[in-house]
């Protein structure tokens, strides 16, 4: 995992994997034990920009939600909405295994604050003892005059339609806000999922033209927001006017890949 975070350049790899192969073959634990040093030596030494005050994972509460890191042993919850084709209707997600779902669980543990561009803040919500969803928070831009924030929300299909996206949504945002001060925010929901376009809306974010695979909300406070006012008129029309039924999910993926990774 901390080889998959360094991205810089090729010449640091390149050890990281001719130590695995050396070794990996006589011992396979110190091969491991050492890439994991190597690694941990990388990330302390890293010289990109960073923020002075990182976002981290909190642990509050709303009216009615935890918020709080992820932990292994929201597997099985996890596992379900990973494998629910309602969720993986309006995501890129694949078919998920059991296996392939612990994977992803366990870099989602690690995924605990924002310091440098495409860090991920992986928010695990719950509602009485139980894992029912996520918020997504991943740094695109450090510069502070265009410092921004991308979001992704999902609920597990049993506890839809009950607000818990949005109460854990305006939470988080007012944290990140209060910590980072980001200048624009960020979300790419599928056009028709009509539940994570109407929360877009309640999080005052604006339609972007031109995404017809998905569409790009943006906030009015930041850079963008001339054009956000700009075709605001046109997000009813837009957006709207083609859905002939409700769609009862909750959930949006960040883009057309998979995201986190």
């Known amino acids: 995992s901390c080889l998959q975070r360094w991205n810089t350049g090729d010449q640091f790899v390149s050890i990281a994997v001719s130590i695995a192969v050396s070794d990996f073959s006589k011992n396979e634990d110190r091969s491991a034990r050492r890439i994991h040093r190597f690694g941990r030596f990388m990330l302390r030494n890293d010289a990109r920009p960073a923020l002075t005050s990182p976002l981290r994972v909190p642990t509050m509460h709303t009216e009615r939600l935890l918020l709080r890191s992820h932990q292994l042993a929201d597997i099985d919850r996890w596992h379900e909405i990973q494998s629910s084709p309602h969720i993986r ?8 295994t059991r296996r392939s779902s612990v994977r992803q669980l366990k870099l989602r543990t690690r995924q605990t604050q924002l310091r440098r561009v495409d860090d991920v803040l992986a928010i695990a919500i719950e509602y009485e003892g139980e894992l029912v969803g996520e918020i997504s928070v991943q740094l695109r831009s450090l510069t502070a005059a265009t410092r921004c924030l991308e979001v992704s929300w999902l609920i597990h299909p049993d506890h839809q339609g009950r607000g818990f996206a949005y109460e854990a949504m305006r939470s988080v945002l007012s944290y990140a806000r209060a910590t980072i001060e980001s200048l624009l925010l960020v979300a790419v929901v599928h056009p028709e999922n009509a539940a994570s376009v109407a929360l877009a809306h309640k999080l005052n974010l604006h339609p972007l033209p031109g995404t017809a695979v998905r569409t790009v909300f943006v906030g009015r406070s930041g850079p ?5 006012e700009q075709f605001a008129s046109a997000q009813r029309v837009g957006l709207n006017t083609r859905h002939t039924k409700p769609v009862d999910a909750e959930m949006h993926s960040l883009s057309s890949r998979e995201m986190p990774r």
């Open 89 to 96: 209707k309006y995501t890129a997600w694949p078919q998920r």
């Open 224 to 228: 963008l927001a001339p054009v956000a």
